[in-house]
């Protein structure tokens, strides 16, 4: 079975792309200690998506020769903000 991993892709690079210009646009210029501020609020949408991306590429496998095994079942994946 061919499974297409377009929107998946296309998902990834843009929560990555969203998530680095908002990382980007708050980075303090000091230059002996850059620091970035920035609510969690305001990047939970990109972690998320992110995170399921993840999670979607890390339990998928393919049977046969060249294919790969899916993970065990006690893989775990960190939340983003969990604790409000």
Known sequence: MNVSMDGLRK????????????????????????????????????????RNAIVTLAF????GEGGFKELDEDTHFEEFNSEE
């Open 60 to 63: 998928m496998y393919q049977e």
């Open 11 to 50: 998902r990834l690079i843009t929560d990555y792309n969203s998530l680095t210009r908002k990382l980007n646009s708050n980075i303090k210029d000091s230059p002996w200690d850059p620091t970035i501020t920035i609510t969690p609020n305001d990047i939970e949408r990109e972690m998320e998506g992110i």
